[in-house]
């Protein structure tokens, strides 16, 4: 059964997008924040790769909060982190939490590499994403990181144990084999 908050932010969200459609209200309902351009992968599709990965500073935890407190008066309702790797902030347990505290429903994308001890405090999220490519060589050789896939998988299994229902998501390339989809599939089973 769905949570009475779910309910209740289904609600308001219903009333976010009536407000846009026939009110001519302008309300950023969806944030995608890449919250971070550090990752310990090196993924060839990645959006953050640039002569610039892995030495840009982030913005600061204070004004990451303020930022979440300033999207939750404008009426943002969904807030999605990624990166990078955004399980190498420290904060984002408390950037999770300011933006349920703001009533906002909350996702992150991760290579599935933080420690579980980590993820154990990004429980409260409402949408964890882990990615996997492919089986396994594929998967750690394409993101030059030994070890990427059975870590993903350990997180994922770790996810499961705690009563979450992650998502695998997988990006498919020109050299990817129709066929590791399939092992994919079964993955997720």
Not at 9 to 19: A, M, P
Not at 128 to 133: F, G, L, M, N, T
Request: glycine share 6%; charged share 25%.
């Amino acid at each position: 059964l769905p949570k009475s908050s779910d309910f209740l932010n289904g609600l308001e969200i219903f009333k976010s997008i009536y407000e846009i459609k026939f009110l001519n209200k302008r309300i950023p309902l969806f944030c995608e924040w890449e919250l971070t351009y550090f990752c310990n992968m090196f993924c060839p599709f990645c959006s953050t790769m640039s002569p610039d990965r892995n030495s840009t500073p982030d913005v600061s935890p204070q004004k990451a909060l303020n930022m979440i407190d300033q999207l939750g008066e404008m009426g943002t309702k969904m807030i999605h982190f990624s990166g990078g790797e955004p399980t190498l902030r420290k904060d984002l347990p408390d950037l999770v939490a300011r933006a349920k505290q703001n009533n906002m429903m909350v996702s992150f994308t991760t290579n599935g590499s933080a420690p579980i001890k980590n993820m154990e405090k990004l429980l409260d999220t409402d949408i964890i994403r882990v990615s996997i490519d492919g089986t396994e060589h594929f998967h750690d050789s394409g993101r030059m990181f030994a070890g990427a896939f059975q870590k993903a998988v350990e997180t994922l299994r770790f996810l499961v144990s705690k009563g979450k229902k992650p998502i695998i998501t997988t990006v498919f390339m020109d050299g990817t084999p129709y066929e590791m989809l399939e092992d994919l599939a079964l993955l997720a089973q």
